[in-house]
């Protein structure tokens, strides 16, 4: 089973929010809001949207890169995890 299968109940709640910070970004616009309070709004849909790539990335690394069965202390999991660290950092 693939992981978006497994926690799609939970990845569709995050797409949902998201898409409420969408719509929250377009009644901003529409209402002609500061900028400053658009620009809020983007921001916290973005970081939300890097959130759902970061949980999809991993997802993906450790179910299609690496078996999911490889023991955590094996070389192939440790870079596995530091790769993932490094995703998660960067998407920040």
């Known amino acids: 089973m693939a992981h978006t299968i497994r926690d799609k109940a939970k990845l569709l709640n995050r797409v949902r929010r ?47 890169v690496i078996n999911p069965d490889t023991k955590p202390t094996s070389p192939q999991a440790i870079a596995a995890q530091q790769l993932m660290d490094v995703v998660k950092t960067y998407l920040k």
């Open 18 to 64: 998201i898409r409420g910070q969408v719509d929250a970004i377009e009644r901003a616009l529409e209402a002609e809001q500061d900028c400053a309070d658009v620009l809020l709004t983007i921001a916290a849909c973005r970081g939300a949207i890097n959130g759902l790539m970061g949980e999809v990335i991993e997802g993906h690394i450790r179910y299609h």
